[in-house]
């Protein structure tokens, strides 16, 4: 009788347990823990806008004297952050998902419905990705095809749309890729060319 294969869930949930990191999962390969290490960025990004937020307040309601660029600055900034959250999800597999079917299924259906799931997210991302280019397209040239970034209007008036789309498009192709090396890594792991994790502590067997 063969044992149970622990899910990216079990792992997860060990982890916590045992007071473990969370890290990128194995599948994720080497893209997964350079997307990993960049979350410490973003996080920085997150920290950054509510030192300016705070900042503003100090300087509006105390010295009266508002910037024009905090309120704009701190968009873009959790923006950003926001938009690499997703990518960085995917390569830890903590997205919140509905398990319901998924949970009944025997450990090799677990594993087949990995390879279908990610295939099928790669594909979406992919159509994702076409759709933010139009978008990017459109807001990094002018009418008549002179390169022209798309302003926000304000009294500032920086170029912060064209950027928060092109990061976008960025960010929707590297999940297209890292849907593609998920892909390729579970099919590797239901083939048994991958080694499993022991349900105890986690590691590669």
Known sequence: MTEPVPTADDDALAAALHGEEKSAIPEAGLLGRWIDAGGYV?????????????SEVFLRYVLNA?????????????????????LFCASRDSHIRVVLIYD???????????????AASAL?????????????EKSLWSPTGGFQMERSGSAWNPPTPALVKTFLLGMLLLLTLQFIVLTFNHARRSGGHMPTRRADDGAPE
Do not use: K, N
Request: with cysteine; net charge neutral.
């Open 42 to 54: 973003f996080a920085t990004a997150i920290g950054l806008s509510a030192l300016i937020l705070l």
């Open 66 to 86: 508002p910037t024009i660029w905090a309120h704009e600055t701190t968009t873009f900034l959790c923006g950003v952050s926001f938009l690499y959250g997703g």
């Open 104 to 118: 009944l299924l025997p450990p090799r259906g677990r594993q087949a419905m990995d390879v279908v799931i990610s």
């Open 124 to 136: 979406a991302a992919a159509f994702f990705a076409y759709a933010a280019w139009l978008m990017v």
